[in-house]
């Protein structure tokens, strides 16, 4: 086993310093320039490494150990985007842009794929192949790893395993979960627009009252997943926004909705998808308004492969910092757009806990008082180090 620690022990405070810099500059959807080019800046440094940029509308990054070399090929991915939330952590290098903040920790996530693809690129002779390090833009709600996919990362090498992983402040140091099957819900964000006649709050009757029909369709369209879905498959069905009216005594043209559907099945997303088109429909004619549905944005839902989860597992096992590997839990309603990526390739994304040793509680992902533990940096990195270092030495029997 390839001994990574001196090397992520040396590099660690260049890392942190790298993960407060992103933290300070929280870049949106699509918008992560800055942080692409403070990847860019690391990357292009570094031996045996083959640089591209521009990827997924301009911001996404993809950089190739041993791109001439043959034999197999390994992606590691990161997300670079953050969250529409203004940050409340006090910490020094705390949000310098109101309204965004990196809540999900994937300032974590980019320098920690920094850090490893500076160890591996140090141990480029020992790795009979490639490994592609992706640095991609807008998780969180615009699909960029269907772009970044779209763009060809998993090709010209075709990729034979995918590997994530984030941050979990469920999980204390030193946890690893790594499950096989399916670990994270498809996700559907869905608008709602509703209009009508408005009017005077005092005379209803003629008016088309879009309020009272949104407010029909938030509460009645529950019985979809209660009552016209199969109990046995969990299905989440929100609204999360209701936009409309200006003042106490008009009743508004207009009210729009926005919300989010979540399940672990395809076909039940797509059953649930179309209950509430009916349902929208139908309750928009019983208030005499108009109504048009539209989704924004789809994402499948993540399946580890079970053979490569058993193989991070027991690369997981050589790392003397790791101290638990969990391979029983509950899968979560949350989506991941790694699976865009598992569509494609066997694929593996994994938690690194972040929770301090002994605490109670940690601040949860996206909430304003999140912030990536730096203590969990060392420990990400070599397990996306042991990950190749497992894939090409040590998996006979997964060929």
């Given at each position: 086993?390839?001994?990574?620690?001196?090397?992520?022990?040396?590099?660690?405070?260049?890392?942190?310093?790298?993960?407060?810099?992103?933290?300070?500059?929280?870049?949106?959807?699509?918008?992560?320039?800055?942080?692409?080019?403070?990847?860019?800046?690391?990357?292009?440094?570094?031996?045996?490494?083959?640089?591209?940029?521009?990827?997924?509308?301009?911001?996404?990054?993809?950089?190739?150990?041993?791109?001439?070399?043959?034999?197999?090929?390994?992606?590691?991915?990161?997300?670079?985007?953050?969250?529409?939330?203004?940050?409340?952590?006090?910490?020094?290098?705390?949000?310098?842009?109101?309204?965004?903040?990196?809540?999900?920790?994937?300032?974590?996530?980019?320098?920690?794929?920094?850090?490893?693809?500076?160890?591996?690129?140090?141990?480029?002779?020992?790795?009979?192949?490639?490994?592609?390090?992706?640095?991609?833009?807008?998780?969180?709600?615009?699909?960029?790893?269907?772009?970044?996919?779209?763009?060809?990362?998993?090709?010209?090498?075709?990729?034979?395993?995918?590997?994530?992983?984030?941050?979990?402040?469920?999980?204390?140091?030193?946890?690893?979960?790594?499950?096989?099957?399916?670990?994270?819900?498809?996700?559907?964000?869905?608008?709602?627009?509703?209009?009508?006649?408005?009017?005077?709050?005092?005379?209803?009757?003629?008016?088309?009252?879009?309020?009272?029909?949104?407010?029909?369709?938030?509460?009645?369209?529950?019985?979809?997943?209660?009552?016209?879905?199969?109990?046995?498959?969990?299905?989440?069905?929100?609204?999360?926004?209701?936009?409309?009216?200006?003042?106490?005594?008009?009743?508004?043209?207009?009210?729009?909705?926005?919300?989010?559907?979540?399940?672990?099945?395809?076909?039940?997303?797509?059953?649930?998808l179309e209950s509430l088109r009916q349902y929208v429909q139908t309750t928009a004619n019983t208030f005499?308004?108009?109504?048009?549905?539209?989704?924004?944005?789809?994402?499948?839902?993540?399946?580890?492969?079970?053979?490569?989860?058993?193989?991070?597992?027991?690369?997981?096992?050589?790392?003397?910092?790791?101290?638990k590997i969990i391979r029983d839990y509950p899968p979560s309603m949350g989506a991941e757009d790694f699976?865009?990526?598992?569509?494609?390739?066997?694929?593996?994304?994994?938690?690194?806990?972040?929770?301090?040793?002994?605490?109670?509680?940690?601040?949860?992902?996206?909430?304003?008082?999140?912030?990536?533990?730096?203590?969990?940096?060392?420990?990400?990195?070599?397990?996306?180090?042991?990950?190749?270092?497992?894939?090409?030495?040590?998996?006979?029997?997964?060929?």
């Amino acid at each position: 086993m390839l001994d990574f620690k001196p090397i992520i022990d040396e590099i660690l405070p260049k890392l942190v310093e790298l993960r407060h810099d992103i933290h300070s500059h929280p870049e949106l959807a699509f918008e992560e320039h800055h942080t692409a080019e403070l990847v860019l800046d690391a990357l292009e440094q570094l031996p045996n490494i083959a640089v591209r940029s521009g990827l997924a509308g301009g911001t996404g990054v993809l950089a190739t150990l041993n791109s001439d070399k043959p034999g197999p090929c390994v992606l590691l991915r990161a997300d670079m985007d953050a969250l529409a939330m203004t940050e409340e952590t006090g910490s020094p290098y705390q949000s310098k842009t109101d309204g965004k903040m990196h809540s999900c920790g994937h300032d974590g996530n980019s320098a920690c794929l920094v850090g490893a693809a500076q160890v591996l690129s140090r141990f480029a002779d020992e790795i009979p192949g490639k490994v592609k390090f992706c640095f991609q833009p807008a998780e969180e709600c615009e699909g960029g790893g269907k772009r970044m996919v779209d763009d060809g990362v998993l090709e010209n090498p075709a990729v034979d395993m995918a590997f994530a992983l984030h941050g979990c402040p469920a999980n204390e140091l030193g946890d690893i979960v790594v499950v096989s099957g399916t670990t994270q819900a498809a996700e559907t964000s869905f608008d709602i627009e509703l209009t009508g006649r408005g009017g005077h709050a005092a005379r209803p009757h003629n008016t088309d009252d879009v309020l009272t029909a949104a407010a029909q369709i938030v509460t009645g369209s529950q019985v979809i997943r209660s009552r016209l879905i199969d109990p046995v498959n969990p299905v989440v069905l929100s609204f999360c926004q209701i936009d409309g009216g200006s003042t106490y005594n008009v009743l508004p043209e207009t009210c729009k909705l926005k919300g989010t559907v979540r399940s672990f099945c395809e076909k039940t997303q797509e059953a649930v998808l179309e209950s509430l088109r009916q349902y929208v429909q139908t309750t928009a004619n019983t208030f005499g308004v108009k109504a048009t549905v539209n989704l924004a944005c789809t994402y499948p839902p993540m399946n580890n492969d079970p053979q490569y989860a058993d193989l991070v597992a027991k690369a997981a096992e050589r790392i003397p910092s790791v101290k638990k590997i969990i391979r029983d839990y509950p899968p979560s309603m949350g989506a991941e757009d790694f699976a865009f990526y598992s569509q494609k390739v066997p694929a593996v994304g994994i938690r690194v806990g972040i929770k301090p040793k002994g605490a109670k509680e940690y601040p949860g992902l996206h909430t304003p008082r999140f912030d990536f533990n730096d203590e969990a940096i060392p420990i990400a990195v070599n397990m996306h180090c042991a990950v190749v270092h497992k894939f090409f030495t040590d998996n006979h029997e997964y060929k």
